[in-house]
């Protein structure tokens, strides 16, 4: 899956959407649960539209487990780019901060 995810980033860098959708969407219908093919799709959906975009983070947002606070910085990073979604932007990271360890060495 995550392989599946890395191959679609880079393909999406150089600018080869239809390649990189066509493997998130069959990583989607392998593993309808997982986020990893959403989180890419958001990529993709942002060339076609910033509602597409959206659309499509905030069903990645909704199944990014908790304890992977480095999957909702991910997709956070990702909403800085698309029209409308600083504030769920700014929910995903605070979320993520929060499942952050704490320091208890001070």
């Known amino acids: 899956m995550e392989f599946s995810y890395l191959l679609s980033q880079a393909l999406i860098s150089q600018s080869r959407f239809e390649e990189a959708a066509k493997i998130l969407n ?54 800085l780019h698309v029209s409308g979604g600083e504030p769920l932007a700014r929910k995903l990271l605070e979320e993520a901060s929060n499942s952050l360890p704490s320091n208890t060495s001070r």
């Open 26 to 79: 069959e990583q989607r219908a392998a593993a309808p649960e997982s986020f990893l093919p959403l989180l890419g799709l958001v990529d993709v959906h942002w060339e076609e539209s910033d509602e597409k975009a959206l659309a499509t983070a905030e069903e990645a947002a909704e199944r990014i487990p908790a304890d992977y606070p480095w999957g909702k910085y991910e997709l956070a990073v990702k909403l």
